[in-house]
């Protein structure tokens, strides 16, 4: 069974220009997450979804970031315009449903220069 | 205000004994806990979880224990191999809605051979 699929795995961008991020989850899982790991730190969740609904988005930047889950399956984020400071690693996560354990992607890099 | 702690940023261990990584939790709902490895440049992979109404779950060379009293658990890899020197992350959840992963910031474990 294919696991949780990102890509890309590395993105350079200049500041102020625009970026997505996309995750195809685990076939059937309902559940898909959105986090963000800094150097040194644990994953921060951004937003979680429960099928094609955003349920979660407390600690999404809603400026410059946006997500959306097309059909409940495959889910893009998007930074516009990009800082120096999004420069960090996006993990999409999945899984069955709330508290079972979550399944991640390998991420994607995001340099800002 | 970090919900999830764990204070010891990296551990040093002879191949063959006991790693012990501890975590630490201040939020009094948390009633799910899990544990997830980490290579470079991968995704956090899931380990072993265990919920509130048990005080220890293993796995083969893995058991993690919890004292909800204390607000702590503890993950113990016997016999350690070099192949587990990884970051690992402790992760718990809490009743209710939001449910959502809150992380750690890691503890980074070198086995030696």
């Known amino acids: 069974e294919a696991g949780v699929v990102q890509s890309p795995r590395y993105k350079i961008i200049e500041k102020k220009q625009p970026v997505a991020f996309w995750c195809n989850p685990i076939?059937?899982?309902?559940?898909l997450y959105w986090y963000l790991q800094n150097l040194g730190q644990g994953p921060e969740l951004l937003i979680r979804?429960?099928?094609?609904?955003?349920?979660?988005d407390s600690q999404l930047p809603k400026d410059r970031f946006s997500a959306e889950r097309l059909k409940g399956v495959d889910s893009t984020l998007k930074i516009q315009p990009a800082e120096l400071g999004d420069s960090a690693v996006y993990l999409c996560?999945?899984?069955?449903?709330?508290?079972?354990?979550?399944?991640f992607g390998q991420g994607t890099r995001l340099t800002v220069v | 205000d970090q919900q999830v702690k764990q204070n010891s940023p990296s551990l040093s261990v002879q191949e063959g004994r006991i790693s012990i990584l501890n975590c630490d939790y201040t939020?009094?709902?948390?009633?799910?806990f899990l544990w997830y490895k980490k290579y470079p440049a991968e995704g956090p992979t899931f380990l072993i979880s265990?919920?509130?109404?048990?005080d220890k779950n293993e796995d083969g060379r893995f058991t993690v224990f919890l004292n909800k009293s204390a607000k702590h658990l503890s993950l113990h890899i016997v016999p350690s191999q070099p192949g587990d020197s990884a970051v690992y992350f402790c992760?718990?959840?809490?009743?209710?809605?939001?449910?959502?992963?809150?992380f750690g910031k890691g503890t980074k474990l070198s086995v030696k051979p």
């Open positions: 996560a999945s899984s069955f449903g709330l508290r079972t354990e979550a399944f």
């Open positions: 076939s059937g899982h309902n559940t």
């Open positions: 979804y429960e099928n094609e609904e955003a349920v979660d």
């Open positions: 939020n009094s709902m948390f009633d799910y």
């Open positions: 265990i919920s509130s109404i048990k």
């Open positions: 992760a718990a959840s809490a009743r209710g809605s939001q449910g959502n992963l809150i």
